[in-house]
Nanobody, 115 residues
Framework: QVQLVESGGGLVQVGGSLRLSCAAS????????MGWYRQAPGKQRELVAM???????NYVDSVKGRFTISRSNAKNTVYLQMNSLKPEDTAVYYC?????????WGQGTQVTVSS
């Protein structure tokens, strides 16, 4: 089992910044990728950013140049720095950890961008 605890969400104005954190605990050996998804009301959950254990990073096109994902192996934590936030970034953000083909999820943290 892998437990994921997210923090850092909140309310921010357009153009502002937030940093999300996701701390992993439990059986975290062989976790091969960690990342962030988001789900806006009435929409499907979408991948925002992912970093693999080898350091490969992927972003959804809509956040490229604005969001940065990073990973601290020492702290078993993954971060999502979000800059130049837009109203369309409003969503519940979920942390995910992949262990083999199994996905573990955090409880989600709300990000609201007000215009």
């Amino acid at each position: 089992q892998v437990q994921l605890v997210e923090s850092g969400g909140g309310l921010v104005q357009v153009g502002g910044s937030l940093r999300l954190s996701c701390a992993a605990s439990g059986s975290i050996s062989s976790v091969n990728a960690m990342g962030w998804y988001r789900q806006a009301p009435g929409k499907q959950r979408e991948l925002v950013a992912m970093v693999t254990s080898s350091g490969t990073i992927n972003y959804v096109d809509s956040v490229k140049g604005r969001f940065t994902i990073s990973r601290s192996n020492a702290k078993n934590t993954v971060y999502l720095q979000m800059n130049s936030l837009k109203p369309e970034d409003t969503a519940v953000y979920y942390c995910q950890a992949m262990k083999g083909l199994y996905a573990y999820w955090g409880q989600g943290t709300q990000v609201t961008v007000s215009s």
